[in-house]
Every structure is written in C-alpha cells, then in structure tokens.
C-alpha cells in the first residue's frame, strides 16, 4: 500500500470533517470544499459495485440539490442517470462524466495524498475530472448564466464492456443533443479530438483431443489460438498509422480452454481487444481476422467506431483558448481509449474528451495531480462562458 497521510477532509458518507462534524446526510460541505476534497468523497464509493454507484447518484444529486442546481433522474433499463441543467440561451454546451470505476483492491477506495498528488481507483478516470465539472456547473449557476445552457449528465456505465447500449447511447438514441460534448475523460488538460474505436471480439478456436502422453496425436486448441493472435497482429490494418497514432492496438484479455490436464485441449475461447484508428473500416478489420482461419467462429462483443473532430472546430479552438493560459502547452491530442463520445459524434454533435493531468487510470497506482484541478476547473467556467459571451455578443450586433 502506498505510503503517506490521508488527506484531511471528508472519507465518505461516514466521514469527519475537519473540525469534527459529521457529513453523512448533509447535502452541502459545513466547511468550504475544493475540488480535491469533493473528489475524495467520490473515490470513497465503491462505485465498482451496484450499491456503491446507487450511493454516489444519490450523493452527486444532493449535493447539486443544495447549491440550487436543477437537477433530474432518468433511469434506463434499470440504471440510474442524473441531467443538471443551469443557465438558458440558444446553445447548449453538455459536460459528460461516469462514476463507475473498473475493480480495485480495497485500499484503492481509500483517498491518499501524497507529494501533490491523490490517489485512489478512479482519481484520473474520471472522479476528479467529475468533482470539478460539478464545481464548474454550480458555479456557472450561481453566476447567472444567460446565453447558453449547460448540461451535466452524469452517467453510472461508461467503463461497461457488456453487449448492449450504455446510458449515453440511450440518452442520444432518447433525443439528447447538444451543441458541443465535453467528456472528462483523461488528457493531462489536452483536448482530445481522436480516439481509437473499440472491437471486442470472441474466437472459438477448435482442436482435436488426445492422451497429454501423446500430444502429437492431437491438436492442442489453447496452441492454435496462440498461433492465430500472434497472426493477427501482422494483419494489414495493424500496420496502418495517423497523425496522430503510430498504429491500432490488440491486446488478448482473455483465454479459456482445457477440461483436464491429461488431455490436449480440443476446444478454446479467446477474446482479443482490437483498437482501431479513425478512418479504419471495421467490417474490413473484421473480415482480415474472419479470413484468417474459416474453422475460427468470430463473435463481436462490442463495436464502437473511432473519434475523430477537426482540430480547428471553432468549439475545440475555444475549449484551448480556455486552458491556454493556465496550460501553455495544451494542443489537440489523439487518445487511445475509447468514451462517451462516441454516440455524440455518430448523430453529428462535436464531442471531446478534456480532463485534468494525472496517471496510472485502470492500473494499481491511478493518480491525479491536485494542483490542475483548480485549473480544469476554471477552463471549463471560463469556456462556457465564453460561448455564453458570444452569443450575446452575436444577438447585439444583429
């Protein structure tokens, strides 16, 4: 386990503040709050698991609820969803952020900071990048926002790998539409305008069953499928690039065969994670893999096209033109993960991932740096308003 002190502040539900006051059930902080604090509070949660993400909704909810931020439940299929709403005018900006986290040990759940950093399963993907888009929503608010309307939907299944439609793609296919998406997702305070599409694919590999005293005499399925991702990674299109990515990526995350260990396996089930870059057709990528091997039955488990938005969108150009001067070095980015952006980008609406600086997201030592919290925060107030600004702005003048 890490080394260092806890942070001081709120541990949960169940947590002290600093001068000792409980703030279970309480909707607002009793002691002034910073975005590191707020994340702490999210990291807490085990929103890993259905109790712990049904906790989180109900505290990210309340806790809009007692800044006077309008805020509404929507449930599909069984999960929950939250849309706060501030501000009116004829553009809508939308931030979008999910609190389920991929599994961790249980001292990943327990908020550390140490040398400038916080600590924590989900502090980089996304519940920092959440607390601050929380704080810039109600402090937009509470300003008064005219011009522009801005949405924060907080989602409990972007991390879901399952077949079937996650949140956002229900909210879009239900009709929600923005001018302009923003994710908070990871990109160390970069816009990202591309990002690698995801295929997730099963493979039935077959084999022939022997005595494992005689393996020659049969054909060891686990072997066969070896053989086949190793010759999928000299497919054609893994040797394509972009501006932005050297190549796709393929990683084998799981692999299943043999019933017994005196037996050549004569069956295995591999499932390969095919990244594929904008531009890429993935009917094609699949055809290469099909054509590979015809005893091979291919099943796709998840299809979602690549990311890609012009680095000189006027939106995205407005979004750098926030950050540059806290982040001098901020510019367009390619990400190699995939988000919520996508169903956005499939109906026609911009979106991009933008969040703050930090590490290690999905692995065992998953940081944010706590000094650029303040600084996405303020980026994204500073956007907003500023297409709130031009749209009175262009209203004048006409």
Known sequence: MRRGARAAGPAGFGGRNRGGLSVRGVLGYPFPVDEAHLAEELISLDTSQHEGLDRAIDFVAGWFDGRGVHVREVRLDGRRCLIATVGSGPVRVLFNGHLDVVPGHPDQFVPVRENGRLYGRGAYDMKAALAAMMMATAELGARGLEGAELQMVVVPDEERADPGANCSEMLVRDGLRADFVVCGEPTDLHVGVQAKGVLLLELEVPGLAAHGSTPWLGENAVLRAMDLYREIGLLPFMAESTEMFAAPSLNLGRIQGGDALNKVPDECRMCIDVRTLPGQDTGEVLAQITNLDPQVKV????????????????????????????????????????????????????????????????????YVEIESLGRYRRALVEFVGSVAAGVERATTSA
Not at 302 to 310: C, G, I, S, Y
Not at 342 to 355: K, M, S, T
């Open 299 to 366: 099943k796709v488990l998840l299809d979602k096209a690549a990311a890609d938005v012009p680095s000189d969108h006027a939106m995205v150009e407005g979004l750098l033109a926030a950050v540059r001067p806290m982040e001098p070095g901020a510019r367009a980015v390619g990400r190699d993960g995939s988000s919520d952006a996508i169903p956005f980008l499939e109906v026609g609406v911009p979106a991009v991932e933008f969040g703050p600086v930090g590490a290690g997201h999905h692995g065992p030592n998953e």
